[in-house]
């Protein structure tokens, strides 16, 4: 496996996603796609800041887990897989603006006339409508996966979703895109949260 889309790689995003706060006690899930069709993801109750490869769990293409007990919101990784097959990685973060953001929007945040954008893959204008679907959170994942991928189809979002009240789910073709659409999104976010109403 090419060591930039490994468990390896993911250890440094977790510590990045770390020490800028945005995931905070144990929260958030990293992932990274496997050749076999499966993927290798982060397991629960782990502090992101402290990972460390060997702790990941990989999830074969049906879905059986080998070496531990993965992410509680494994499936939402897997449908970002199964609808984007160029994404390569997934970050999920509980990035404060993310949170506040979604307590205060309907189902999506729309975004517009920032420069930023730009650093969305496939985005080459500030004069475009940025999309990104809010969906209330849900334990289950099985009921939850398909009123995301209907959101990701609405919204036109190759890049990012949120649960409202819980946080962002972000992916690209490496870590370091996945961390560049992460970053953006809640950079924009804290630019929607202070903008008067």
Known sequence: MDVSLSPEALVAAGRAMHARGWVPATSGNLSVRHPDGGLYISPSGVDKGALVASAFVHVDADGAAHGGAPSAELGLHQLVYAREPEAQIVLHAHSTNAVLLSRRVGAEVALHGFELQKALRGVVT??????????????????????????????????????????????????????????????????ALAEPA
């Open 126 to 191: 500030h004069d475009i409508v940025v999309r990104i679907p809010v969906l209330d959170n849900d334990q289950d994942m099985t009921a939850l996966a398909p009123r995301v991928s209907a959101a990701l189809d609405h919204t036109g979002s190759r890049w990012a979703f949120v649960l409202r009240g819980h946080g962002i789910y972000a992916w690209g073709r490496t870590v370091s895109e996945a961390m560049r659409h992460l970053e953006a999104l809640d950079v924009l976010f804290a630019c």
